[in-house]
């Protein structure tokens, strides 16, 4: 196992791509559409569709980039798709036309795959940190600066430069900064699957794993609390500022809003500082009811501005905590083996129902009152809450039976 000062260092690089990746491969986008827009002739909402699209061609991707990273190594994994996002930022830098830019934003979704949260998540199983829970934790702590730092980066960028131009730049961001980082894990994950097993500490979480029996309808359970999430986040998200508005909170709104990135990261500190000794299945219970609380919080105040205030806060904050659960709940309910493609899986639910999410939620909104449309996400960030707590009750049941036959819920597994 490397040592600690070595596993922090990777830590905060792993913290330096994913800020990298999310913020060229994501973030940017939404920045440098309206120039996308009117240079090849679309409406913005053409430009998102085929966002959209290739955000649902990367779900289903998703299980075999997993697969792909128990099998040849996240770091490897990840060397490669530094390179293939250089690529694909650069073939839609200078994609001539509308199909080549369409095809281009694809190859940018799939490249997603090999090098965000679930590669990332994987590369720290696999250099063998002793506590990979709160290292997932730290990493998405890093991580969640990514908007704050990438939005108003390419706003300051593409005041000077096309948008054409832009990507370049971050095409050779990913080559120059996060292809020689991810070499580097690959080394040291090549390293710790060549130690003795002693120097690489537990093969899972003590006594986290579930028996094959239960495995399947927890995982099962799990996959549908990620896609009512991934749902709910997305509609509310692509649609928060207008959301707002039309509930009576007027250019309020808005500024409510930019509350959200900061109770995100709040969110992770507190867990990384006080969640130590939580399970996740715990966590994963209270991140789903916060996003339940805060919807039905909206809907019950609006338009008082107060209400508003604590809906972005209790909203932010369970997103914030759903980032980590996303990672941390497959390796405790499961253990590291497959963890990989469990967690690709993970990602597949989480991103097929936020691919359609927001036009779900628009044409409800058309076809109904917006007040109606969020009660009908409430009741589905609700259904959440049932998945995970089915899940700790199959969890707390195998514990008792654990301890009733040997005395200890440890030798469950």
Request: proline letters at 5%; one cysteine or more; aromatic letters at 10%.
């Amino acid at each position: 196992m490397p040592d600690r000062s070595v596993l922090r260092k990777a830590i905060w690089a792993l913290g330096l791509t994913q800020i990298i990746g999310y913020g060229t491969l994501y973030y940017s986008f939404s920045i440098l559409a309206p120039a996308m827009a009117r240079e090849f002739g679309l409406t913005q909402g053409w430009v998102f569709g085929a966002l959209s699209a290739s955000l649902f061609a990367g779900s289903l991707f998703a299980p075999t980039a997993g697969r792909w990273a128990d099998r040849f190594g996240a770091g490897r994994i990840m060397t490669i798709g530094s390179v293939a996002a250089a690529v694909a930022l650069a073939l839609c830098a200078v994609s001539p036309g509308r199909v080549t830019f369409v095809l281009a934003l694809l190859a940018m979704e799939l490249a997603s795959s090999f090098v965000l949260y679930s590669a990332a998540f994987v590369a720290i199983v696999q250099i063998g940190v002793p506590r990979p829970q709160r290292s997932i934790t730290h990493l998405t702590l890093i991580a969640g600066f990514a908007s704050t730092l990438f939005w108003p980066l390419t706003s300051a960028l593409h005041a000077q430069l096309s948008w054409r131009e832009v990507y370049l730049l971050f095409a050779a961001l990913n080559l120059g900064l996060c292809l020689p980082i991810h070499a580097w894990l690959m080394r040291l994950s090549r390293r710790h699957a060549t130690a003795t097993p002693q120097q690489r500490g537990p093969g899972h979480e003590a006594g986290a794993a579930l028996d094959p029996r239960r495995g399947q309808p927890a995982f099962l359970l799990m996959l549908a609390g990620f896609a009512t999430e991934g749902f709910v986040l997305s509609a509310i998200l692509i649609h928060m500022v207008p959301l707002t508005a039309a509930l009576g909170l007027g250019t309020a709104g808005l500024f409510v809003s930019t509350l959200f990135g900061p109770a995100q990261v709040a969110s992770r500190l507190i867990n990384m500082l006080f969640g130590g000794r939580l399970q996740q299945t715990h966590l994963a219970v209270i991140a789903a009811s916060l996003l339940t609380a805060g919807l039905c919080t909206l809907l019950l105040t609006t338009p008082w501005l107060p209400g508003a205030f604590l809906f972005v806060l209790l909203f932010g904050l369970g997103s914030g905590l759903t980032s980590i659960v996303g990672g941390t709940l497959p390796l405790e309910l499961f253990g590291r083996e497959g963890y990989g493609a469990r967690l690709g899986w993970a990602s597949a639910a989480r991103q097929f129902t936020s691919a359609f999410a927001p036009f779900v939620l628009a044409f409800m909104m058309a076809r109904t009152s917006v007040a109606n449309s969020l009660w009908v996400l409430a009741v589905v960030a609700a259904s959440g809450v049932i998945a995970f707590l089915a899940i700790a009750l199959i969890r707390r049941r195998q514990s008792r039976v654990a301890f009733a036959i040997g005395g200890s819920p440890e030798k469950a597994s």
